[in-house]
């Protein structure tokens, strides 16, 4: 991987103000007001991006989507970018229907 890093042992990774500010290889003190996660076991990397979604087509069954009410749609929408999220999709573009 050109330009990728393999980062190997214990590591501090900073967020200022939403977005990484610093990785370190050593552990970092803490500045008073800074909230602490201990991510020890898990793999820390950046949001996923999905650039072909169709979060308002919840069925393949076109006939049963153009029935549906719009709110019923939407709250199904939102189903579909919950667990997006949960998979670790933060970013989504939506190919239309």
Same mark, same amino acid.
């Given at each position: 991987?050109?330009?990728?890093?393999? *980062?190997?042992?214990?590591?501090?990774?900073?967020?200022?103000?939403? %977005? !990484?500010?610093? !990785?370190? /290889? #050593? #552990?970092?003190? #803490?500045?008073?007001?800074?909230?602490?996660?201990?991510? #020890?076991?898990? @793999?820390?990397?950046?949001?996923?991006?999905?650039?072909?979604?169709?979060?308002?087509?919840? $069925?393949?069954?076109?006939?049963?989507?153009?029935?549906? /009410? @719009? @709110?019923? @749609?939407?709250?199904?929408?939102?189903?579909? *970018?919950?667990?997006? *999220? *949960?998979?670790?999709?933060? $970013?989504?573009?939506?190919? %239309?229907?």
């Amino acid at each position: 991987v050109r330009a990728g890093k393999y *980062l190997e042992g214990l590591q501090t990774v900073r967020v200022e103000a939403g %977005r !990484i500010a610093s !990785i370190s /290889s #050593a #552990a970092a003190a #803490a500045v008073a007001g800074d909230l602490v996660l201990d991510a #020890a076991g898990a @793999t820390v990397m950046p949001g996923l991006i999905d650039m072909h979604v169709h979060v308002t087509a919840w $069925s393949a069954n076109f006939s049963e989507l153009c029935r549906q /009410s @719009t @709110t019923y @749609t939407a709250i199904q929408a939102k189903r579909i *970018l919950g667990s997006m *999220l *949960l998979r670790g999709f933060t $970013s989504v573009r939506d190919a %239309r229907g």
